[in-house]
Structures are given as C-alpha cells and as structure tokens.
C-alpha cells in the first residue's frame, strides 16, 4: 500500500475478501470468503486506519473509494461519504486508531482479458474535510503530489459511475424502508378488518329493523 507522505488520515490495513453474487439469497451457504475475485463478485471490505493529529476543524471527513482489476479497471466506486456518521458508526476525528467494512458489487469492464478474470483487486482512497472527492487529509495508491496548490481537486475516478455500499445503504434508508413497510401491513390490516365487519346495507334491512322494534314495543305494552 502507498499512503501519501503526510497524510493526517493513514490508511493501515484493508481487507478485501469477495463471494460469489446470490449465494446470500439462494441461502447455499457457497460463500468462497477468497482474497481472488472475480467480475460480478460482491466484495466485502475492511478498513483500519489512524488518524494523525486531530482533525478540529470539522466534525467529520469524507472519504472516496474505488476498487480496481490488475489491469487498472475501476470495478467499484463510491460517491464521498462521511467516514465517521456512514462508515465508522461513531466519532472519529480524534487522534486515535478506527475501522470499518463495507460491502461493494464488482462490476464487469466492458474491455478485459478472459485469462484475467480472477484477480486479486486494488483499492485506492482519498479523504477530505469537503465533499470533493479531494484528499486534503490524506490518499491511498493514487497520485500524491507535493502539499501545495499543484494538488488536483479531485481523484482520478471521480466521473466514473458510482456504487453505494450496502452497508452504506441500509444505514442511510434502512429505518425509511423498514417503516414504510410496517405503515403498509397495518394499513392492510385495518382495511381488512373495516370490510369483514361491515355488513352490506340495505333498505330491507331498515324497514324489517323498525317492524322488528314496533313489535318489540307492543308486545311490552301488552305485557
């Protein structure tokens, strides 16, 4: 791993362990759990790093990642994103060592070799106290120039189409989905019960109700 010299934000560790795509959903149990992917392959993806000197001027930081083929195909990239709020799970600006995982879906490049279909992938992230796909706090296995205004703005796959994490999906609309889903079973529910409780109305049903009453009264009076 090449981590910019001067990073605040150094990255320590990652984890990139892939399995095949479905075997969750086909409940199989063939999760291969193998640092070799393949293109199609849902990757999941752990990260340890530390943080310099503590980042004061801001609560949080973004980060931008991509993981690419030995042919420098980008199969998965992510849009920036809060390390501490989406990722980590709790503060992290701190000085200090943190960690997180994150599950990515390896696409298919549209130009590749057949005999490079597996392949051990290559993760490059930036980090950044803006949503610019920058790396002012720090990078990993990209260009790193000298810390000075020659620094691009942004990485070089930042206009590649992206792909949000799962993991980073189901925190952002998880609570959303789940809700919309309870609103929608009890919805039914009442709506059931309204029909099966109510009897269809009629005009007999009023007439022989009043008769029923008169009768009711009359024998009461005789009584």
């Known amino acids: 791993m090449k981590v910019c010299d001067n990073s605040v934000v150094q990255v ?3 984890t990139i362990l892939c399995t095949s795509p479905y075997t969750f959903y086909y409940g199989n149990g063939a999760h291969r759990n193998d640092i070799v992917c393949n ?17 004061g001027e801001v609560n949080d930081f973004y980060t931008t990642m991509a993981l690419a083929d030995q042919e420098g195909n980008l199969l998965a990239v992510t849009d920036p ?3 501490c709020n989406d990722y980590v799970g709790s503060s992290c600006t701190k ?12 696409e298919t490049p549209e130009y590749s070799s057949a005999s490079n279909k597996n392949f051990v992938p ?3 992230m930036a980090f950044s106290t803006m949503p610019d796909h920058g790396y002012n706090l720090g990078a990993l296995n990209t260009e790193c120039k000298a810390w000075n205004n020659e620094r691009p703005t942004s990485v070089s796959w930042s206009n590649h189409p992206r792909a949000t994490g799962n993991r980073l999906f189901f925190q952002r609309y998880g609570a959303l989905v789940g809700t919309c889903a309870m609103l929608s079973i009890i919805i039914a529910f009442v709506w059931t019960q309204s029909t099966r409780n109510t009897a269809p109305y009629s005009l007999d049903d009023e007439l022989y109700g ?3 009453s008169a009768v009711s009264r009359t024998m009461a009076l005789v009584a």
Do not use: M, P, W
């Not at 293109?39 to 980042?55: L, M, T």
């Not at 000085?95 to 390896?106: E, I, M």
């Open 12 to 14: 320590t560790s990652v």
């Open 39 to 55: 293109y199609g392959d849902k990757a999941n993806v752990e990260v340890k790093f530390q943080v310099i000197d503590s980042i």
């Open 81 to 83: 994103a809060y390390v």
């Open 95 to 106: 000085a200090g060592s943190y960690s997180f995982t994150t599950k990515l879906r390896l």
């Open 122 to 124: 290559a993760i490059k």
């Open 210 to 212: 009043k008769e029923s």
